[in-house]
Protein backbone atom coordinates (compact mmCIF):
# COMPACT_ATOMS: atom_id res chain seq x y z
CA UNK A 1 0.00 0.00 0.00
CA UNK A 2 0.76 3.56 -0.75
CA UNK A 3 0.26 6.10 1.89
CA UNK A 4 -0.09 9.61 2.34
CA UNK A 5 0.27 11.40 5.46
CA UNK A 6 -0.58 15.47 5.64
CA UNK A 7 0.82 16.08 9.41
CA UNK A 8 -1.78 19.82 9.66
CA UNK A 9 -1.41 19.86 13.80
CA UNK A 10 -4.14 23.17 15.40
CA UNK A 11 -1.30 24.78 17.42
CA UNK A 12 0.04 27.11 14.80
CA UNK A 13 1.74 30.52 16.24
CA UNK A 14 3.32 32.20 13.58
CA UNK A 15 -0.05 32.30 11.52
CA UNK A 16 -2.74 30.99 13.29
CA UNK A 17 -4.79 27.98 12.23
CA UNK A 18 -2.09 28.12 9.34
CA UNK A 19 -3.36 24.54 8.52
CA UNK A 20 -7.28 25.95 7.20
CA UNK A 21 -6.47 29.25 6.47
CA UNK A 22 -8.04 30.70 3.39
CA UNK A 23 -5.45 30.63 0.41
CA UNK A 24 -6.68 32.17 -2.60
CA UNK A 25 -10.25 30.70 -2.18
CA UNK A 26 -10.18 27.55 -0.26
CA UNK A 27 -8.40 26.46 3.29
CA UNK A 28 -4.94 25.67 2.42
CA UNK A 29 -4.75 22.20 3.03
CA UNK A 30 -7.32 21.75 0.31
CA UNK A 31 -4.33 22.06 -2.09
CA UNK A 32 -2.10 19.12 -0.87
CA UNK A 33 -5.36 16.73 -0.59
CA UNK A 34 -5.77 17.82 -3.65
CA UNK A 35 -2.84 17.14 -5.72
CA UNK A 36 -2.44 13.87 -4.11
CA UNK A 37 -5.70 12.85 -5.28
CA UNK A 38 -4.88 13.73 -8.56
CA UNK A 39 -1.96 12.67 -9.07
CA UNK A 40 -3.12 8.82 -8.74
CA UNK A 41 -0.16 7.35 -6.14
CA UNK A 42 -1.81 7.07 -3.16
CA UNK A 43 -4.00 3.80 -2.17
CA UNK A 44 -5.17 5.82 0.98
CA UNK A 45 -4.95 9.59 1.90
CA UNK A 46 -4.59 10.58 5.35
CA UNK A 47 -4.35 13.75 7.45
CA UNK A 48 -2.81 13.50 11.09
CA UNK A 49 -4.07 16.32 13.09
CA UNK A 50 -4.83 16.55 16.82
CA UNK A 51 -7.69 19.32 16.21
CA UNK A 52 -11.20 18.80 15.07
CA UNK A 53 -11.59 21.20 12.86
CA UNK A 54 -9.02 21.04 10.90
CA UNK A 55 -10.11 17.24 10.76
CA UNK A 56 -13.36 18.06 9.80
CA UNK A 57 -12.47 20.58 6.71
CA UNK A 58 -10.07 17.41 5.36
CA UNK A 59 -12.64 15.39 5.43
CA UNK A 60 -14.54 17.55 3.30
CA UNK A 61 -12.03 17.72 0.56
CA UNK A 62 -11.68 13.74 0.47
CA UNK A 63 -8.76 13.02 2.72
CA UNK A 64 -8.89 10.18 5.52
CA UNK A 65 -8.70 10.83 9.32
CA UNK A 66 -8.34 7.75 10.76
CA UNK A 67 -7.20 8.80 14.33
CA UNK A 68 -6.43 11.73 16.60
CA UNK A 69 -2.73 12.29 16.83
CA UNK A 70 -1.56 12.20 20.29
CA UNK A 71 -1.19 15.15 21.91
CA UNK A 72 2.56 14.60 22.83
CA UNK A 73 3.10 14.69 19.43
CA UNK A 74 1.31 18.16 18.23
CA UNK A 75 3.58 20.51 20.33
CA UNK A 76 6.00 22.92 18.66
CA UNK A 77 8.67 20.92 19.44
CA UNK A 78 7.61 17.90 17.72
CA UNK A 79 8.97 16.51 14.73
CA UNK A 80 8.17 15.66 11.27
CA UNK A 81 9.74 12.15 11.28
CA UNK A 82 7.94 10.75 15.15
CA UNK A 83 4.38 11.62 13.73
CA UNK A 84 5.00 9.74 10.57
CA UNK A 85 6.31 7.18 12.13
CA UNK A 86 2.80 6.86 14.65
CA UNK A 87 0.90 7.18 11.41
CA UNK A 88 2.78 4.40 10.07
CA UNK A 89 2.38 3.03 13.18
CA UNK A 90 -1.24 3.17 13.64
CA UNK A 91 -2.14 1.47 10.28
CA UNK A 92 0.64 -1.26 11.28
CA UNK A 93 -1.73 -2.14 14.34
CA UNK A 94 -5.18 -1.18 12.63
CA UNK A 95 -5.19 -1.72 9.27
CA UNK A 96 -3.06 -2.75 5.92
CA UNK A 97 0.43 -2.37 6.72
CA UNK A 98 2.27 0.31 4.10
CA UNK A 99 4.89 -0.37 2.05
CA UNK A 100 5.95 3.19 0.76
CA UNK A 101 4.77 6.49 2.68
CA UNK A 102 4.79 10.25 1.55
CA UNK A 103 4.69 13.29 3.86
CA UNK A 104 3.27 15.76 2.22
CA UNK A 105 3.19 18.95 4.04
CA UNK A 106 -0.49 20.64 4.69
CA UNK A 107 0.79 24.38 3.68
CA UNK A 108 2.58 23.80 0.23
CA UNK A 109 0.11 24.73 -2.40
CA UNK A 110 2.80 24.94 -5.17
CA UNK A 111 2.66 21.15 -4.77
CA UNK A 112 2.46 19.85 -8.84
CA UNK A 113 0.87 16.06 -9.01
CA UNK A 114 3.73 15.28 -11.87
CA UNK A 115 6.35 15.87 -8.88
CA UNK A 116 4.75 13.62 -6.92
CA UNK A 117 4.70 10.71 -9.46
CA UNK A 118 8.02 11.68 -10.88
CA UNK A 119 9.68 11.90 -7.61
CA UNK A 120 8.05 8.46 -6.61
CA UNK A 121 9.36 6.81 -9.75
CA UNK A 122 13.03 8.10 -9.07
CA UNK A 123 13.25 6.76 -5.67
CA UNK A 124 12.25 3.65 -7.21
CA UNK A 125 14.48 3.62 -10.20
CA UNK A 126 17.51 4.79 -7.96
CA UNK A 127 17.01 2.21 -4.93
CA UNK A 128 17.32 5.32 -2.40
CA UNK A 129 14.93 5.08 0.95
CA UNK A 130 13.79 8.59 0.45
CA UNK A 131 12.86 11.29 -2.27
CA UNK A 132 12.19 14.75 -1.83
CA UNK A 133 12.32 18.20 -3.15
CA UNK A 134 15.02 20.46 -3.08
CA UNK A 135 15.73 23.98 -4.61
CA UNK A 136 18.93 25.76 -5.63
CA UNK A 137 20.09 28.75 -3.71
CA UNK A 138 19.57 32.41 -5.41
CA UNK A 139 22.98 33.43 -4.25
CA UNK A 140 25.87 31.62 -3.54
CA UNK A 141 25.86 30.58 -0.27
CA UNK A 142 29.89 30.69 0.42
CA UNK A 143 29.26 34.42 -0.45
CA UNK A 144 27.02 34.85 2.92
CA UNK A 145 27.65 37.43 5.79
CA UNK A 146 26.59 37.94 9.18
CA UNK A 147 25.66 41.07 10.94
CA UNK A 148 28.25 40.86 14.31
CA UNK A 149 27.13 41.70 17.32
CA UNK A 150 28.50 45.49 17.03
CA UNK A 151 26.78 46.23 13.95
CA UNK A 152 29.62 45.17 11.48
CA UNK A 153 29.62 42.86 8.22
CA UNK A 154 31.75 39.29 8.82
CA UNK A 155 31.95 36.63 5.99
CA UNK A 156 31.30 33.00 6.60
CA UNK A 157 33.67 31.83 4.49
CA UNK A 158 35.93 34.42 4.35
CA UNK A 159 38.59 32.31 1.93
CA UNK A 160 35.78 32.71 -0.47
CA UNK A 161 36.27 36.14 -1.14
CA UNK A 162 38.20 36.52 -4.64
CA UNK A 163 36.27 33.50 -5.79
CA UNK A 164 34.25 34.14 -8.76
CA UNK A 165 30.90 33.24 -8.71
CA UNK A 166 30.31 31.14 -11.47
CA UNK A 167 33.29 28.70 -10.22
CA UNK A 168 31.42 28.14 -6.48
CA UNK A 169 29.93 25.13 -5.70
CA UNK A 170 26.00 25.42 -6.18
CA UNK A 171 23.81 24.96 -3.45
CA UNK A 172 20.58 23.47 -2.85
CA UNK A 173 18.04 23.02 0.31
CA UNK A 174 15.07 21.52 1.17
CA UNK A 175 12.21 22.78 -0.75
CA UNK A 176 9.45 21.97 1.86
CA UNK A 177 6.83 20.09 -0.18
CA UNK A 178 6.55 16.36 0.17
CA UNK A 179 9.58 13.61 1.46
CA UNK A 180 8.54 10.02 -0.22
CA UNK A 181 10.18 7.19 1.45
CA UNK A 182 10.06 3.43 2.42
CA UNK A 183 8.02 2.44 5.18
CA UNK A 184 11.01 0.98 7.09
CA UNK A 185 12.62 3.70 6.75
CA UNK A 186 10.13 6.37 8.32
CA UNK A 187 9.61 3.29 10.84
CA UNK A 188 13.03 3.23 12.22
CA UNK A 189 13.02 7.07 11.62
CA UNK A 190 16.49 7.39 9.22
CA UNK A 191 17.78 11.04 8.57
CA UNK A 192 16.33 11.89 5.60
CA UNK A 193 19.18 14.23 4.80
CA UNK A 194 21.90 12.20 4.02
CA UNK A 195 22.85 9.44 1.74
CA UNK A 196 19.99 7.73 1.93
CA UNK A 197 17.90 10.45 0.05
CA UNK A 198 17.99 11.47 -3.54
CA UNK A 199 16.88 14.96 -4.41
CA UNK A 200 14.29 15.86 -6.59
CA UNK A 201 15.64 19.18 -7.90
CA UNK A 202 12.58 21.83 -8.72
CA UNK A 203 12.73 25.49 -10.00
CA UNK A 204 12.49 27.89 -7.51
CA UNK A 205 9.62 30.02 -8.69
CA UNK A 206 7.78 26.51 -8.27
CA UNK A 207 9.10 27.11 -4.09
CA UNK A 208 7.73 28.66 -1.49
CA UNK A 209 8.30 28.26 1.99
CA UNK A 210 5.42 29.48 4.32
CA UNK A 211 6.29 30.15 7.54
CA UNK A 212 5.08 34.40 7.95
CA UNK A 213 2.64 36.20 7.15
CA UNK A 214 5.12 37.66 4.04
CA UNK A 215 5.38 34.54 2.48
CA UNK A 216 1.74 33.60 2.69
CA UNK A 217 1.40 36.89 0.62
CA UNK A 218 4.28 35.71 -1.74
CA UNK A 219 2.69 32.52 -2.18
CA UNK A 220 -0.82 33.68 -2.79
CA UNK A 221 0.92 35.90 -5.37
CA UNK A 222 2.64 32.83 -6.64
CA UNK A 223 0.08 30.49 -7.32
CA UNK A 224 -2.44 33.00 -9.08
CA UNK A 225 0.83 33.81 -11.87
CA UNK A 226 1.25 29.87 -11.83
CA UNK A 227 -2.42 29.39 -12.28
CA UNK A 228 -3.22 31.48 -15.24
CA UNK A 229 0.00 30.14 -16.61
CA UNK A 230 -1.47 26.67 -16.23
CA UNK A 231 1.80 25.91 -14.03
CA UNK A 232 -0.03 24.21 -11.76
Not at 25 to 37: D, Q
Not at 110 to 127: D, F, H, P, S, V
Not at 168 to 195: C, I, N
Request: a negative charge; proline letters at 6%; aromatic letters at 10%.
Amino acid sequence: MKLCVIPARGGSKRIPRKNIKDFNGSPIIAYSIGVALKSNCFDRIIVSTDDQEIAEVAKSYGAEVPFIRPKALADDYAGTLPVIKQAIEWFDNNDERPNEVCCLYATAPLTRAEALQKAYQQMKNTGAEYCFTVTSFPFPIQRAIKITANNRVEMFQIEQLDQRSQDLEEAFHDAGQFYWGTSEAFREMKPVFSELASPYPLPRHLVQDIDTPEDWVRAEIMAQVLNKEGAL
